[in-house]
């Protein structure tokens, strides 16, 4: 074919030329697939996180509203019989229903919910009648904290008491699909069923289970109950998940709200899916109507909580990384335009001798669009190389990224003293480790050849406007 | 075949018109051989591109077989060009990254004519300036003789009535050009062509049939002119 072999033979005598243009064009577009993979990378590791959070097929979550942390030496909740622990001249001392007693050498363990407060589990059958809902399940997230008092505790140069934490999530077994549990991977034994719903029987984190030398078969203490670990899961992310699940049922009866309340009928988390992803925003709203005093989020409004070096790195990405990819990619469009401006230029007289053989404009400019296309293509091509091999490099070379999210979980302590009081909040915050890995999607591919066809095109219809306006009289009286 | 009235063609010098042809009245009939001489400037190229549907009179009328050029869209001219009218040029211009072959069969592109018609075409046209052995050579691997040769077969090979010479020999030796011009003398012999050729040679001019001066845009007619007869051999 005539168009072939005239396009091959001039792009083989422009070669230097021509790779020049495709490997400007394969610089931009390689950073752009790069940028747009590192991108990809960090909305993974955003998802993952948030991920482990929610729990996979959780659309919204509701928790409630988050107590008042008690006062250093406030009296406990009217009912609520909880203990203080307070530092006064007689040295460390254990209070409760007004009745104090010397706490060197005790344990004070508690298995509470601090952070939300409590729905009731009629709201939670509430969220799941509205009319955009799926599925909801209620759940508890608590947190074990126990003390040791040291026997000089309180005196001038006594030690200071270590909490010992560990989180505890209360799983509704009828709904295993929703909430942490449910993103979970069972490594060992099993998962909890709804066989479970009164059993004092738990599944542990791997992490934690590691940490504690656990297994399944093994048992573990929760507030002085012993639980039998029927299982080990796995979570995607090496966060913070809850440590120890066990049945909803089971951590209603054992934990307690703030004021040391009781939690029967009670959850802190409604975990709901929604009818489609594009019913989240209606279900938010509903349910904002529903529980108006209670905190209802979205996967995409805990993103923007999210803080730390992946959400530094996802700003890079998205702004800086956009930019310089969008300045790369006009500064190589304007360089190869001008380049096929000027190969355009130098051959006025061809071009012109084409048009006195009765060649149409047309033509000319289709000779000149598909040599620039052809370019414009082998860039792209060589960029999307290019793209993966950045891509590989982020992979390799980047370090874990941490994300933080403010009060996730839910759980504290306080400890109140005589003077100034110390409050215990280990776990307000959430640290994940994410490790950063870019991958070239097809988006960024398909965004590639996109990328590649338009700087073809562009650049070749500068020098095909230029071609269209020649005169073959003027083209020709140039050179006689 | 050509009908010239009255034609003039201005160009934008600046901010002064110049005229490179003026009040031009010309008539070149079917298989007659004009050549044209002149000094550098007169306005020889500017009839040779008004001639071919290059360039458009500023006024006046050019008919070729009854169309008038000046009143034809550009895509019919260029239409006209594809199939009847060929052109040599003093630097021959063949597309330097094609072959002998390709450049003769690029002016068969506009024509659309198969591609092994075009290749046996294309063949042909090439033996017929002795240069079928030269086919698959590049332009800068062959001397200008032959660079034109295949210019002349490039200008031939869509058989067309008209063959348009701008200084077809200016580039080349004595002995090339008069092989050239024997060989162009050959053709419009054999073909019956309408031949204008551009030359500042008086001994190439000598060999056609009717011989224009271009003096400042206009044009001398001299009544020496040979019948196409005449220059047959004996």
């Not at chain 2, 800068?140 to 348009?164: D, N």
């Amino acid at each position: 074919m005539f168009f072939i072999t005239y396009l091959r033979r001039e792009l083989r005598r422009r070669m230097r030329q021509a790779i020049f243009i495709g490997l400007g064009l394969a610089l931009g577009i390689g950073l752009v697939v790069t940028v747009t993979a590192a991108s990809a990378g960090v909305k993974k590791a955003q998802s993952d996180v948030l991920k482990s959070l929610y729990g996979v097929g959780t659309d919204v979550t509701v928790t409630g509203k988050a107590p008042r942390l008690a006062l250093p030496g406030a009296a406990p909740a009217k009912g609520g019989g909880g203990q203080t622990f307070q530092i006064g001249p007689g040295g460390a001392q254990l209070c409760s229903n007004g009745k104090c007693h010397n706490a060197a050498g005790q344990t004070v363990d508690h298995l509470n919910s601090t952070s939300y407060g409590p729905i009731s589990q009629a709201e939670v059958a509430a969220v799941a009648r509205l009319k955009d809902v799926k599925a909801a399940a209620g759940g508890l997230a608590l947190s074990d904290t126990s003390v040791t008092i040291p026997k000089n505790f309180g005196q001038r140069g006594g030690p200071v008491p270590t909490p010992n934490q560990f989180t505890v999530q209360g799983v509704d077994t009828s709904h295993l699909s929703l909430g942490p549990l449910s993103s979970g991977t069972v490594t060992s034994g099993r998962s909890l069923t709804s066989a479970d719903a009164n059993s004092n029987v738990a599944v542990l984190d791997s992490g934690y289970a590691r940490s504690h030398k656990l297994k399944a078969g093994s048992t573990v203490k929760i507030v002085g109950h012993s639980f039998t670990v029927v299982g080990i899961v796995t979570q995607p992310q090496t966060g913070t998940p809850p440590q120890v699940y066990i049945p909803l049922a089971r951590a209603q009866a054992i934990g307690r709200a703030a004021g040391n309340k009781r939690l029967k009928n009670e959850v802190n988390t409604i975990y709901v899916t929604a009818r489609s992803a594009a019913d989240i925003p209606t279900v938010q709203a509903e349910i904002k109507h529903l529980l108006p005093k209670d905190t209802v989020t979205t996967a995409a409004s805990l993103a923007s909580e999210v803080t730390g070096s992946l959400s530094s790195t996802a700003k890079l990405a998205n702004v800086l990384g956009r930019w310089l990819s969008i300045l790369v990619l006009i500064a190589a469009f304007a360089v190869a335009s001008l380049l096929t401006m000027a190969a355009v230029a130098r051959r006025v007289r061809e071009f012109g001798t084409l048009k006195a053989l009765g060649w149409r404009s047309s033509r000319i400019v289709a000779q000149v669009m598909g040599e620039s296309l052809t370019v414009g293509i082998l860039g792209g091509a060589a960029g999307v190389g290019l793209g993966f091999a950045g891509a590989a490099i982020i992979t390799a070379v980047a370090p874990k990224l941490s994300a933080t999210i403010a009060s996730s979980a839910g759980q504290g302590f306080t400890a109140v003293a005589g003077g100034p009081g110390r409050v215990f909040s280990p776990t307000s915050t959430h640290s994940v480790a994410v490790p950063m890995s870019a991958s070239v999607t097809a988006a960024a591919i398909v965004a590639a050849v996109v990328l590649a066809v338009v700087g073809g095109l562009l650049a070749g219809s500068f020098g095909s406007w230029r071609i269209a306006r020649l005169r073959p009289a003027d083209a020709l009286a140039r050179v006689a | 075949m050509y009908q010239l009235t009255d034609v003039t063609k201005l160009y934008a010098k600046g901010r002064h018109t110049v005229p490179a042809v003026r009040n031009l009245t010309l008539q070149i009939e079917d298989g007659q051989w004009l050549a044209v001489q002149g000094r550098t400037g007169h306005g020889k190229s500017t009839l040779l591109n008004l001639l071919g549907g290059l360039d458009r009179p500023t006024s006046g009328t050019i008919e070729f077989d009854g169309k008038n050029l000046g009143q034809l869209r550009e895509d019919q001219v260029t239409r006209l060009r594809a199939k009847s009218i060929g052109f040599i040029f003093q630097t021959f211009n063949l597309v330097p990254t094609l072959s002998a072959a390709e450049n003769v069969e690029a002016a068969l592109i506009p024509l659309r004519v198969g591609a092994a018609e075009r290749h046996r075409r294309v063949a042909a046209a090439l033996d017929s300036v002795a240069l079928g052995d030269r086919s698959r050579h590049l332009p800068g691997e062959m001397s200008g003789g032959q660079q034109q040769r295949v210019a002349i077969a490039r200008a031939l090979v869509k058989e067309p009535t008209v063959l348009l010479a701008d200084e077809p020999t200016g580039n080349l030796d004595e002995d090339t050009r008069d092989e050239i011009i024997g060989l162009l003398e050959k053709l419009w012999r054999e073909r019956g062509l309408t031949l204008v050729l551009v030359t500042h040679d008086s001994a190439i001019a000598q060999r056609a049939q009717r011989v224009g001066v271009m003096s400042k845009g206009q044009l001398s007619l001299r009544d020496d002119a040979r019948q196409p007869a005449d220059s047959m051999p004996d």
